[in-house]
């Protein structure tokens, strides 16, 4: 068990819709990470925020969006779903003395249909 | 392209055999991380290897960081079933993270 957790673990939609995933972080840890996972693009790294500001940006759509509360917890908010974002989409969190040392939940997986 | 390639891509093995696995970038890194997924769950962190030339042994598992820090290898030695999974490297050149291509390893009992 890393300490982060996600839910929820299975998410089932219809293209268009709109989804919230949520993620909490191991204790004390002030970064948290989203990614997402596919089977042909592997995993890729969406955002970073740090202590509820936005610390580095990957290849995240602009359908998608995430923030990070005052308690560390972050969302991540998908919007006019595709078929092509069904995928597994990970938090992970890590401490202010190991940044590129990551501690991933468990996962959500999207279906998008 | 990718910016971390990992090679092979597949591999499986009989119990008992070793084996290695490859990170390969064009790009200096100041460390590199290895993980092990498990199918339908998260990446778990192995090690992290910060100095060129590094080697680090994590029981039957050696991790070695490449001397211009483009580079790292991992070698299984007598492979245990267990050690089935998706090994990844990782690494953060500049202000985003990247995960390697992956490298599946099957190993048969």
């Known amino acids: 068990d890393s300490g982060v957790t996600q839910t929820p673990k299975h998410l089932i939609t219809a293209t268009g819709q709109r989804v919230t995933l949520r993620c909490s972080p191991r204790s004390g840890d002030l970064s948290v990470y989203w990614y997402q996972q596919s089977l042909d693009q592997g995993l890729q790294f969406l955002i970073q925020?740090?202590?509820?500001?936005?610390?580095a940006k990957g290849n995240i759509l602009e359908r998608f969006s995430a923030q990070q509360f005052p308690d560390l917890h972050s969302e991540l908010n998908l919007s006019s779903l595709e078929l092509g974002d069904s995928a597994l989409y990970f938090c992970a969190s890590s401490g202010w003395d190991s940044p590129y040392e990551q501690y991933f939940g468990p996962g959500t997986r999207l279906t998008v249909t | 392209t990718q910016l971390l390639e990992q090679s092979p891509q597949f591999l499986s093995i009989q119990e008992g055999e070793n084996l290695t696995v490859y990170c390969n970038s064009s790009s200096v890194f100041s460390s590199l991380q290895w993980y092990r997924q498990e199918p339908g769950e998260g990446p778990v962190l192995l090690v992290t290897v910060v100095t060129g030339g590094e080697v680090k042994k994590l029981k039957r598992l050696t991790f070695q960081f490449g001397d211009a820090r483009k580079d790292s290898s991992l070698h299984i030695t007598a492979a245990q079933p267990g050690d089935t999974g998706l090994y990844l490297c990782a690494g953060e050149p500049g202000n985003q993270f990247y995960f390697g291509t992956g490298t599946s390893l099957t190993v048969i009992p």
């Open positions: 925020y740090y202590n509820g500001e936005e610390r």
